[in-house]
C-alpha cells in the first residue's frame, strides 16, 4: 500500500510535470501564432508602403522628365535669343555712327556744297540750314535712344532667361533630392 500510495505520489507527479510542460507548449504556440499575425500585418504594410514607393517613384519620373523638357525648351528659347542679340549687336555694329566731330565736317561740307549750287536765298538757305541742324540733331537723339532701349531690352530678356533656367535647375535639384532622400534612407 505504501508502495502503491508512492507509485501513484510518482504519477501524479509525472502528471502535473506533463500538465506544466502541455501548458508551456501552448504558451510557445500562442506565441508563434501572435508573432506571425505580427508578421503578417507587417508585410501588408510592406506591400502597400511599396506600392505607395512605386507609384511616388513613378509620378516622379514624370515630373523630371516634363523638367527635361521644359528646360530643353528654355535652353532652346535662350540660343535664339542669343542669336537674335548677335544679330542685332552686328547690325548696330554695321551701322554708320559718326562722331560730332565727323558730322559737324560732313555737314560744313553739304552746306559748301548747297551754297555753291545757289538755289536759295541766303535767308531761305538759313532758315533750311537751321532745321536741317535741328531735325538731324533730333534724329540722332532718337536713334541712340531706340538703340540704348533695344540693348536694355535684350539685356533684361537675358537676365531673365538666366533667372529662370536657375531657378529650373534648382527646382530640378530639390525634385532629385526628393526622390534620393527616401532611398538613402
Do not use: W
Not at 501548458?23 to 507587417?42: C, H
Not at 511616388?56 to 540660343?79: A, P
Amino acid at each position: 500500500m505504501v508502495n502503491d500510495i508512492q507509485k501513484l505520489s510518482k504519477v501524479i507527479n509525472s502528471l502535473e510535470e506533463q500538465t506544466s510542460q502541455v501548458m508551456e507548449f501552448n504558451g510557445v504556440l500562442r506565441a508563434v501564432k501572435d508573432a506571425r499575425a505580427e508578421i503578417d500585418a507587417s508585410n501588408a504594410a510592406l506591400a502597400s508602403l511599396s506600392n505607395e514607393q512605386k507609384k511616388l517613384i513613378k509620378e516622379s519620373y514624370c515630373k523630371l522628365d516634363n523638367f527635361g523638357k521644359r528646360i530643353s525648351e528654355l535652353e532652346n528659347k535662350i540660343i535664339d535669343l542669343e542669336k537674335g542679340q548677335y544679330r542685332v549687336l552686328r547690325t548696330i555694329g554695321d551701322l554708320k555712327i559718326l562722331s560730332p566731330d565727323q558730322f559737324e565736317h560732313g555737314r560744313e561740307k553739304i552746306q559748301f556744297k548747297l551754297t555753291e549750287l545757289n538755289f536759295l536765298t541766303p535767308d531761305q538757305y538759313k532758315d533750311g540750314s537751321r532745321a536741317t541742324n535741328e531735325a538731324l540733331t533730333i534724329l540722332a537723339h532718337e536713334l541712340t535712344h531706340k538703340i540704348d532701349q533695344a540693348n536694355q531690352a535684350h539685356q533684361a530678356s537675358l537676365n531673365s532667361l538666366k533667372a529662370v533656367t536657375a531657378l529650373g535647375m534648382l527646382i530640378l535639384a530639390g525634385g532629385i533630392a526628393f526622390l534620393a532622400y527616401p532611398l538613402l534612407y
